[in-house]
């Protein structure tokens, strides 16, 4: 059998179990997480969960009656509602572009 | 022998294999077509069933629509979302009777008894759910997560220790109301019951806009398979069908204006002693209510309580809608509105108007026809003008004017003007159940008692705002309609209804965000709203009835008003409702606000004059939701000087109104000296 037959043969069965080993292992990726993917399911759930839970709390913290209460107390007393004139709202496209002059070190 | 010969008995033995394997092919054959038959002709129907025996279907619960605040009254405010209320995830406890063995029963239910805090009494009613025949017994409802926990690490040795399958307790999943601003709201919303509906799994509404929005609020169940084994846990198995969660409410309410009018509300309830109060603030050029306050509150986590005892059971009902009364010396200036649409019909005809503001009309008789009593002022007025009647609140002014109107245009057009104008008598179809009307009495129709709803000195009793009933946004609505330049806009509760998928799409089933007064029909011509509001404008100034709900540094213009209440059919001279209803600033309104106090205290406070009065005890209420609500709202002081007489702060030649008071003082002591 000439020599580049038998060359070319090897390089191709090569090829073709390089493959077979990358399909199968891509197999076994998608199958650890197939088997991974319920429990991350249920860990989301989880958190969605504890976020749900801790925003109620945050909720509860910040019940106006509660705040009301608190600025009615002496170490709060300069706190004030701001005058609407007061308030001054940046739009977000000429905030973004500040920021990103300041950190190219135009600022 | 020849060998094509065959041997008789060799033949026979062929004969009998080759019937037995044509026997064994039939029946072989046989078996296929019953495989045929089990497989392929009624493959469906035998796997429902081994997957029935198998495997069992569980709900997934959904999540119900939550209720959201206003975040969008003015620049500058979080635009966060912000629930009144929200489904919290929690867990029902379930056990297994069957599956427990009798000896580790008492064991199990002391363990479980003690990590529960359960009482003697609980324990032993408890504890008989342990010796029922049943596969599912129902031991606790609404545990939160760490309390999950702590009972899954109790079990999980133990099950293993008393040699108990593992689902022999479990717990399922589902969400529960809960309100993060405690009882803030409560009776607009309500709240749901703790069992659901067992065919259904729905909710049950208790009231409220629960009850009015519960076809959007409710979601639909998803359902989860699992495999019917002790090692598979109840919260596994596969999600075949998405739980759909309910549209979500947003409404026009703010929380943090609720919570000042509650707060103001339970405050000056307090201090006159009333039985209760209510407050309405709504924004005059959409008609959105931004408040509803009601004292004493109702605690939707209590609801049980409130439902079992006649006493409170009328707490559960928005007294603001679903309760009428008389509207007693706030329905004036409606009065005054419907002479000068009067005048203006009569202009309009060529013919001589009723009268003019500025008018000097006699007030020192009350005597009107039909009348067995005259009408009386709080004190003795000679002349008034209408801005003199309108600080001083005087009756005997408005029974003239009305006894003007109705020999003019008659009974019939007045009543028509009342109800076509300002929509009494008519439902204001705000989002919320129990809707009371209110009366408006009707030349001609009778009453239950057989008694005429209109007789000779009705229209004098309506000028000074006495049999009729309403309801107090049909009133906050008539004021707005005055507020905003002759509008009637719509009392609406809910600005938008949105319905979030899974896929974290949106889906806006009820969008009112748009302005509603362009809609609005144009029913008062705003002069006349104008002039009225300068008539409203002396009310709270020196020489006004409601001085006190003069809103410091702000503009306003109100009117107080004090009805007797009606108890066993009469008139209760001890029992009163007393209201303020006004609106600020007094150009370019923000809000209108009602504040009535149910039965204050009836004493004489020295120097302010008679609690029960709504000048007296209404005002001030008035004046601190006011002040504080514009405050809140980032609102530009527009009197920066008008503050009272000795107020440091006033300046009485740049206060608003000042000069025109003094005016009018004059006037009125040139004719009444």
Redesign the interface.
């Given at each position: 059998m000439p020599k580049g037959l038998l060359l070319r043969l090897g390089f191709c069965l090569g090829v073709v179990c390089f493959c077979l080993y990358s399909y199968l292992n891509k197999q076994n990726e998608l199958t650890h997480l197939k088997i991974r993917l319920p429990q991350l399911e249920k860990e989301i759930k989880l958190i969605a969960?504890?976020n749900?839970?801790l925003?109620?709390e945050i909720?509860?913290m910040?019940?106006?009656?509660r705040?009301?209460e608190l600025a009615h107390r002496p170490e709060f007393s300069n706190l004030?509602?701001?005058?609407?004139?007061?308030?001054l709202?940046v739009p977000e496209g000429i905030a973004v572009k500040s920021d990103s002059e300041r950190t190219s070190g135009l600022w | 022998m020849s060998p094509l010969s065959p041997h008789p008995a060799a033949w026979r033995e062929r004969k009998r294999l080759v019937t037995v394997a044509i026997l064994m092919c039939f029946l072989f054959s046989l078996l296929i077509f019953r495989f045929y038959q089990i497989q392929i002709v009624e493959g469906e129907k035998w796997t429902k069933i081994a997957l029935s025996q198998h495997q069992m279907v569980l709900v997934e619960p959904f999540r119900r629509g939550a209720f959201y605040s206003n975040m969008s009254i003015?620049?500058?405010h979080s635009e966060d979302e912000?629930?009144f209320v929200?489904d919290?995830?929690k867990f029902h406890l379930f056990i297994d009777p069957d599956s427990i063995p009798p000896s580790s029963r008492k064991q199990m239910a002391n363990d479980l008894f003690k990590l529960l805090n359960f009482s003697n009494e609980l324990q032993k009613k408890m504890f008989g759910e342990f010796e029922r025949k049943s596969r599912c017994r129902k031991i606790c409802m609404w545990l939160?997560?760490e309390k999950r926990d702590q009972i899954q690490q109790w079990w999980t040795p133990f099950a293993s220790r008393e040699k108990i399958v593992k689902n022999a307790l479990f717990f399922t999943q589902d969400y529960r109301r809960?309100y993060?601003?405690?009882t803030?709201l409560g009776s607009v919303l309500h709240t749901v019951q703790e069992e659901k509906d067992p065919q259904s799994f729905q909710s049950l509404p208790t009231g409220g806009l629960e009850m009015v929005f519960n076809s959007y609020l409710k979601g639909k169940q998803g359902k989860r398979l699992m495999m019917r084994s002790p090692r598979h846990p109840i919260d596994t198995g596969t999600l075949v069908e998405e739980p759909e969660n309910g549209a979500d409410v947003y409404l026009t309410i703010n929380?943090?204006l609720?919570?000042?009018a509650?707060?103001e509300l339970a405050k000056g309830v307090q201090e006159v002693k009333g039985q209760g109060g209510w407050a309405v603030m709504m924004d005059p050029k959409n008609g959105e209510i931004l408040a509803l306050a009601q004292m004493p509150p109702f605690n939707p986590t209590r609801y049980s309580d409130y439902f079992n005892n006649p006493a409170m059971q009328e707490l559960t009902r928005v007294k603001a809608v679903s309760d009428c009364f008389e509207p007693g010396s706030i329905f004036k200036p409606i009065t005054l509105a419907i002479c000068m649409k009067a005048n203006a019909e009569l202009q309009k005809a060529g013919k001589k108007p009723l009268f003019s503001p500025e008018e000097k009309m006699p007030t020192s008789n009350g005597m009107l026809p039909g009348r067995s009593t005259p009408l009386k002022d709080g004190r003795l007025h000679h002349f008034l003008n209408m801005n003199m009647a309108l600080q001083k609140s005087s009756n005997v002014y408005m029974g003239r004017l009305v006894h003007r109107l109705i020999s003019t245009m008659g009974d019939r057009w007045y009543r028509n003007a009342l109800e076509e104008t300002f929509g009494f008598g008519l439902k204001t179809n705000i989002e919320l159940p129990a809707e009371n009307q209110g009366l408006l009495p009707t030349p001609g129709k009778l009453h239950p008692n057989g008694k005429l709803e209109w007789s000779v000195p009705t229209p004098y009793s309506l000028a000074i705002g006495h049999n009729i009933l309403i309801n107090s946004i049909q009133m906050v609505r008539a004021y707005a309609l005055i507020a905003n330049g002759g509008y009637l806009v719509q009392p609406h509760l809910v600005r938008k209804i949105i319905r979030k998928h899974a896929d974290g799409s949106q889906e806006t089933i009820v969008d009112r965000t748009g302005a509603l007064m362009p809609q609005s029909k144009q029913v008062l011509d705003p002069k006349i709203a104008q002039r009225l509001v300068e008539g409203m404008k002396f009310v709270t100034k020196e020489g006004g009835t409601s001085k006190r709900a003069d809103v410091m540094g702000y503009t306003e213009a109100g009117k107080s008003g004090t009805s007797e209440k009606i108890i066993a059919g009469n008139y209760s001279k001890q029992h009163h409702i007393s209201s303020f209803l006004g609106f600020v600033p007094a150009k370019n309104p923000r809000f209108v606000l009602l504040v009535s106090v149910d039965d204050p205290e009836s004493k004489f406070v020295p120097g302010v004059g008679k609690q029960q009065h709504g000048g007296v005890c209404a005002a001030p209420i008035f004046r601190q939701i006011a002040q504080r609500s514009l405050?809140?709202?980032?609102?530009?002081p527009d009197d920066p000087y008008g503050y009272p007489p000795g107020d440091p702060r006033r300046d009485a030649r740049k206060a608003d109104w000042a000069a025109e008071v003094d005016a009018l003082k004059k006037i009125y002591l040139q004719w009444n000296e």
């Open positions: 969960e504890e749900c839970r925003q109620y909720d509860r910040e019940n106006p009656t705040l009301i004030k509602h701001p005058m609407m004139k007061e308030i709202t | 003015t620049k500058g912000q629930p929200i919290v995830p939160d997560r809960s993060p601003f405690g803030l929380h943090y609720q919570a000042i509650e707060a405050q809140y709202l980032g609102h530009e």
